[in-house]
């Protein structure tokens, strides 16, 4: 049995910063209201101390896994980016890795400093390719 690869020459074309947001907060609030559940129906330990109760370790690592395991998944892209139309992928329209999606979600909150930044200045955007993508040596793009 042989295959055969043919190269299609289908131009990618990346995401906007608007989309991305948006499946971003579809995201967010997700996860707010699983981990709003989780806390209610769980008892803690300590209910004075709001941000350091051990259970913030588990809401921080199920944060993680979502984005990083949805990114690597067969569908590339968080049910936020999914429903847009969006999908994660290396800059050779590859699968990312679970170390380049664990990249990606750590340094996020830089990009989000630095995209506030840019909108604080008025300066235009270079490229649609956030800090974390280029870290991550990773693209977002619409299907």
């Not at 199920?62 to 968080?78: D, H, N």
């Not at 936020?80 to 969006?86: A, N």
Request: glycine share 4%; aromatic share 10%.
């Amino acid at each position: 049995m042989q295959a055969i690869y043919t190269q299609t020459d289908k131009k990618v074309e990346l995401a906007d910063l608007s989309k991305r947001v948006v499946a971003f907060t579809v995201d967010v609030l997700l996860l707010l209201s699983l981990i709003g559940l989780i806390d209610y129906l769980t008892y803690s330990s300590d209910e004075q101390a709001y941000l350091l109760k051990p259970e913030r370790i588990l809401d921080f690592s199920l944060g993680w896994l979502y984005f990083a395991g949805m990114e690597i998944c067969a569908c590339q892209a968080t049910i936020g980016k999914y429903l847009l139309g969006l999908k994660v992928t290396t800059t050779t329209d590859n699968r990312i890795s679970f170390k380049n999606a664990t990249i990606r979600y750590f340094a996020k909150p830089i990009s989000v400093v630095m995209v506030m930044m840019r909108f604080i200045v008025e300066s235009k955007p270079v490229s649609r390719r956030t800090f974390h993508d280029k870290l991550a040596d990773s693209v977002v793009v619409t299907l």
